[in-house]
């Protein structure tokens, strides 16, 4: 009953998604090396995250560790040797304790981890289990379970004005001969794009519950990653665009923190008054 | 929060399928890569005398490639990577990555040229988590070789 429950959970269903797709990616690259080491990523968030709990003394979150997990083996190359998968890991999970505001992360983990790791380890990624390789029509696998996971944590507005914006932003470039839109559009590209804007994008701590703040934060997502691919191509653009989304999101939770605090202190201020 | 209407779901799928299909459309003709072609034959040729008007020296008959620098191409899905291979009396003097278009750094693949003069072949070994690069740099040494290798022997 228990488990029942828990698969009606938006990280239920994220997870149960993630696990689909890595049994079908496998499949489709016949391989079990994805499996490996999505088995190694897990493992080795699992562990950093439970010693860091440990040390601060803190509950720790076993479901995010696992989506985390997840997401870094299926964006990660499958022939990435495993120093790099816990290195990944290792990155995303502290980035998760470390740079946080009111407990909760700033930023997305895995998005964090799998950033930061191009610049350390230089490993490329495939994004190998959005089907970037594979026949085209399993991108339908990545849009049910994406519409699931985005219709249970209520982030369309979010995940429409991130895919709208980034599309018209294609299409003017594509237009004007700006970039290589043309790559961004097809895949492996745009397996990667439709992934991360339906399963990262909407990670409930690091963006917006409001529509209207859903919006502002999918359209600076998209702008900002769009200027990253335009100037650098690449393929950390996505991660860069939703680093802007998170840093709104920080921004917009502080600027409400601290108008509650004023509220709360002129509140104190006028009942002085009238004690006097 | 109140979710979303399930008719505004549809409305702005259709908006975002649309602007995508727009947008793929328009750079139909852009499109530099043919999926999921590995190579192209491309051969800038420079520095052969072995091919010319039917005087094939008997040195130069025996030979398993001719003499000369040779451009190659490797594709995949996420870009290129073009070489010249610099080959004499049989050996492989130089390679040298000539352009890299690539999604991913350069400098992963850096040492790769290196290797091919070491192993005298376009099989390298693979850089943990380069698949990609080393697979289009493999393809582009291939391409160069197979642009050198001598039919006239």
């Given at each position: ?5 828990w ?10 998604s ?5 049994i079908?990616?496998s ?6 090396n994805g ?17 860091y709990?440990?040390i601060?003394n803190?509950?720790?979150s076993?479901?995010?560790?696992v ?5 870094i083996s299926l ?10 998968v ?7 999970i ?16 895995a ?8 610049f350390i380890?230089?490993?490329?990624h495939s ?6 390789d594979l ?11 994406g519409?699931?996971?985005?219709d ?9 004005a ?5 599309f ?5 470039m594509?237009y ?8 961004a ?5 745009i397996?990667?794009?439709?992934f ?9 701590p690091?963006s917006?519950a ?10 600076i997502?998209?702008?900002s990653?769009?200027?990253v691919?335009?100037?650098?191509g690449?393929?950390?653009?996505l991660?860069?665009?939703l680093?802007?989304?998170?840093l709104?999101n920080y ?6 923190m ?11 201020n006028?009942q002085?008054?009238l004690?006097? | 929060?109140?979710?979303?209407d ?22 139909e003709n852009q499109v530099?890569?043919?999926?999921p072609?590995?190579?192209v034959a491309?051969n ?23 003499d ?9 899905r ?15 003097t130089?390679?040298?990555?000539s ?10 693949i850096?040492?790769?040229p290196?290797e ?13 988590g ?12 291939q391409d ?10």
């Amino acid at each position: 009953m228990r488990t029942v429950k828990w698969m009606k959970t938006p990280k239920g269903y994220v997870t149960i998604s993630l696990i689909t797709y890595l049994i079908i990616a496998s499949i489709g690259y016949k391989t079990l090396n994805g499996i490996r080491n999505a088995l190694i990523a897990v493992v080795a968030a699992f562990v950093i995250e439970f010693f860091y709990s440990r040390i601060i003394n803190r509950k720790s979150s076993k479901d995010g560790v696992v989506i985390t997990g997840l997401i870094i083996s299926l964006v990660l190359s499958i022939t990435t040797s495993w120093p790099y998968v816990v290195g990944t890991a290792a990155i995303s999970i502290l980035s998760k304790h470390l740079l946080v505001f009111k407990k909760k992360p700033i930023f997305n983990p895995a998005a964090i981890g799998l950033f930061v790791s191009v610049f350390i380890f230089h490993i490329g990624h495939s994004w190998w289990g959005a089907f970037g390789d594979l026949p085209w029509w399993l991108m339908m696998f990545l849009l049910i379970g994406g519409y699931i996971v985005t219709d249970r944590v209520n982030k369309f507005p979010q995940v429409f004005a991130f895919l709208g914006t980034f599309f018209v932003l294609l299409f003017f470039m594509g237009y004007f001969q700006v970039g290589d839109a043309a790559d961004a559009l097809r895949p492996p590209f745009i397996n990667a794009t439709i992934f991360f804007g339906l399963f990262m994008l909407t990670d409930p701590p690091t963006s917006p519950a409001k529509y209207k703040n859903q919006i502002l934060f999918g359209v600076i997502s998209a702008v900002s990653g769009i200027v990253v691919y335009g100037m650098f191509g690449g393929l950390t653009y996505l991660f860069f665009g939703l680093f802007m989304g998170n840093l709104y999101n920080y921004w917009n939770k502080r600027s409400v923190m601290k108008s509650a605090e004023l509220k709360q202190q002129r509140m104190k201020n006028s009942q002085r008054a009238l004690y006097k | 929060m109140k979710k979303t209407d399930k008719k505004w779901i549809i409305l702005c799928s259709t908006a975002v399928a649309a602007v995508y299909s727009a947008g793929y459309l328009t750079t139909e003709n852009q499109v530099s890569i043919e999926q999921p072609i590995h190579q192209v034959a491309k051969n800038i040729q420079t520095n052969n005398k072995a091919v010319n008007d039917g005087s094939v020296s008997n040195a130069q008959k025996n030979k398993l490639y001719k003499d000369g620098t040779f451009t190659g191409t490797g594709m995949n899905r996420r870009g290129s990577i073009d070489v010249m291979v610099t080959i004499q009396n049989d050996k492989i003097t130089n390679v040298e990555i000539s352009d890299f278009a690539m999604h991913y750094s350069e400098s992963d693949i850096v040492g790769l040229p290196d290797e091919v003069l070491k192993n005298q072949g376009a099989r390298v070994i693979n850089v943990s988590g380069a698949t990609y690069s080393t697979e289009a740099f493999e393809d582009a040494v291939q391409d160069a070789l197979n642009q050198a290798f001598n039919t006239v022997g």
